[in-house]
């Protein structure tokens, strides 16, 4: 079941309407608009929430993403590497999405950093196939893995803060 907070942030997402794939050239543009449209949206909810946690772009086929997310735990910021490619049999098939520089870290990752979203949102990927894209990924694939991850692997020592340099800013 999806709690009040999740029906919040889904229901201030737009749902997408396009049934396309990086094959379906024209209608893939149509589809691509819209992601853009949802995740834009999403991150000025963000922002207005106080809630701003990830930057993302893709290359110029819409099929390559990439950027930065981040998790604020005792009042430190700790960033990661963000990518995933959009599976040829999208919208049908959620993307995989990989913190690379976490690949080895935790148990529920698969190799290359992909992490594990088998139980949970998968199935509610497939129940809202086309309407779901990549904002709904994050929102309720990446947010909630991140929540419950990060601060593990902190408790653990297997991730460690790391100071921003001069030029790393």
């Not at 430190?76 to 995989?96: G, M, S």
């Not at 990927?125 to 994050?138: D, E, L, Q, T």
Request: charged share 30%.
């Amino acid at each position: 079941m999806v709690d009040e907070g999740t029906k919040r942030t889904l229901s201030s997402i737009p749902l997408l309407q396009t049934k396309a794939g990086p094959r379906d050239k024209e209608l893939w543009v149509n589809r691509l608009k819209e992601e853009y449209q949802a995740l834009i949206k999403y991150v000025q909810n963000n922002k207005s929430a106080d809630n701003d946690w990830f930057r993302l772009e893709s290359d110029k086929t819409g099929t390559r993403w990439f950027g930065k997310c981040w998790f604020v735990h005792n009042l430190l910021k700790y960033e990661f590497d963000l990518e995933f490619d959009i599976p040829i049999t999208y919208p049908k098939t959620a993307p995989e999405i990989a913190l690379p520089g976490l690949d080895g870290k935790t148990a529920k990752m698969y190799r290359g950093g992909k992490i594990c979203l088998t139980d949970h949102f998968k199935p509610l990927w497939a129940r809202n196939v086309p309407r779901f894209g990549i904002a709904h990924a994050m929102a309720l694939g990446l947010g909630p893995w991140l929540a419950v991850e990060i601060p593990e692997m902190i408790e653990k020592g297997v991730v460690t803060y790391k100071e921003k340099t001069e030029e790393a800013k």
